[in-house]
């Protein structure tokens, strides 16, 4: 056995004998003499292994060099280009190739890119070595040589439209179609040429998860012109990561329209019971009291807002607060809310709180006044699910089965009796100790049966236990005293 068949004996890399010759006698030859055919061997041997990679997971833009197989998954159109000094313009075709670990964007050059049009099918399997780059959309591997494998199996679906979870980081030609879950408004931002961009986004969901999908430029303005809870079909979009999680990004050459299909979106939530400080998390519940919202002053002399509510599960309740845009949002009590990645905090008293901030997404999923309307409800029991607090011994005096005016007034649903819902008469002097579920104007009370709405001008808390003293009057307990 020759030094370098013995070499490529131990060699762990998908290329022949013959190809690994013809590299050993073009490093001698490049080295000019001064390494035998065996030292030559061991350094292509080290290169060959260096590009040699497992998956498209493994490819990474400082690589020299990178050799994997692939499948078709996509072909675009070829473009031309004008190259400084030369008449001739040069091509290019953007190939999107994907093995079980990912995908990536393969640009094929000039007679590669003519061949790719005019050959390449989708699903077919590809050996491909290339030099990787990081790209507009993520890292792409400008393609040196091709050639077709059709002896490799490489299990992925092709497919024209994608749901949310085999997305994956590269992809580009992403069509999507899900569920408009939020919005947000248009912003803009100065380029390094001096020119105005402008971007916004919408989180979308389907089946299998959910999705925030950021519109640039042309397209942010959709942003304010969709509804939340309309089925939509992003088309030509690509795959990008942010903060380590994935995104789909839609520029000029994308679009988004409205579809006429359903589609079936289901939140996984996190039981309130179960959260820990620290955790981002997705949590649905039935909203149970709400704050007005709240302006402050920022450190950089802005103006943000904050507006906090009461979410309660069948295992619990949490504050959750709202910041900037999401404090102008219409929820209010009896509202039933899935609330994706708010962070729990440490709050008030050593209590939890979860914090709604821009990477959140808040979605109403049935609101008080909608579930009256429902034929089957029943008065004074609660359907299974997001609302079944009853069988959990959970607060049967909380806002779901009165409306938002009732919470804020104490009144019963009758206008015309003056008898509360604890059995008080305008006029009378009573004594309620209970947990502050609200603490805005009015504040409100709950002790666990009943709730009740206090004018008074002391500060107090959410979550804070305290007992005020007064008349009632109007549906409404004016305190004289609280302690």
Do not use: C
């Amino acid at each position: 056995m020759s030094d370098i068949e013995g070499v490529y004996e131990d060699l762990e890399a998908d290329v022949s004998l013959e190809e690994f010759r013809e590299a050993v006698e073009a490093k001698v030859e490049q080295m000019g003499g001064l390494a035998d055919e065996e030292t030559a061997a061991m350094l292509v041997a080290h290169e060959v292994g260096e590009s040699e990679v497992g998956g498209i997971a493994d490819i990474e833009p400082g690589m020299e060099e990178a050799k994997f197989v692939a499948k078709v998954v996509s072909i675009g159109e070829v473009r031309t280009f004008e190259r400084d000094g030369e008449d001739e313009d040069g091509r290019v075709v953007n190939v999107e190739v994907a093995d079980e670990t990912g995908s990536v964007r393969a640009a094929f050059w000039d007679d590669h890119a003519e061949a790719a049009t005019e050959e390449l099918e989708e699903g077919q399997v590809l050996r491909i070595k290339g030099r990787p780059k990081e790209g507009f959309s993520g890292v792409e591997v400008s393609v040196d040589d091709v050639e077709p494998d059709d002896d490799t199996e490489v299990d992925v679906q092709i497919s024209d439209t994608h749901t949310v979870e085999s997305l994956s980081l590269g992809l580009s030609n992403v069509n999507l179609v899900g569920l408009v879950l939020d919005t947000d408004s248009v912003r803009t931002f100065d380029r390094d040429d001096g020119s105005e961009g402008k971007v916004s986004n919408l989180v979308v969901g389907d089946s299998t998860g959910r999705v925030r999908v950021t519109l640039w430029d042309e397209r942010a303005d959709l942003a304010e012109e969709i509804d939340p809870d309309t089925t939509i079909e992003v088309i030509d979009g690509y795959v990008r990561e942010r903060d380590g999680t994935l995104e789909v990004h839609v520029g000029n050459r994308g679009a988004i329209e409205e579809v006429d299909e359903d589609v079936e979106y289901v939140p996984e939530s996190t039981p309130i019971e179960d959260l820990e400080i620290g955790q981002t998390v997705d949590l649905a519940g039935v909203v149970r009291s709400a704050d007005p919202k709240r302006t402050f002053d920022r450190d950089d002399g802005s103006e943000g807002q904050v507006r906090n509510v009461r979410v309660q599960d069948a295992t619990g309740d949490i504050r959750v607060a709202l910041w900037g845009e999401k404090a102008d949002l219409d929820v209010g009590p009896g509202d039933e809310v899935a609330l994706g990645d708010v962070e729990i905090q440490d709050g008030w008293q050593d209590d939890l709180e979860a914090s709604a901030g821009w990477q959140s997404t808040i979605t109403v999923l049935e609101s008080d006044t909608e579930r009256d309307t429902k034929a089957d409800a029943t008065e004074g029991t609660r359907s299974e699910g997001l609302s079944a607090f009853a069988d959990d011994g959970g607060d049967s005096g909380s806002t779901d089965d009165r409306t938002e005016t009732d919470v804020e007034d104490g009144s019963t649903e009758s206008g015309a009796e003056t008898e509360q819902a604890d059995g008080t008469n305008d006029g009378e002097e009573v004594e309620f100790t209970g947990v502050v579920v609200q603490a805005g104007d009015p504040v409100v009370l709950d002790d666990g049966e009943t709730t009740m709405s206090v004018e008074t001008d002391t500060d107090v808390g959410l979550g804070e236990e305290i007992t005020v003293r007064g008349v009632v009057s109007d549906g409404r307990l004016e305190a004289s005293d609280v302690f």
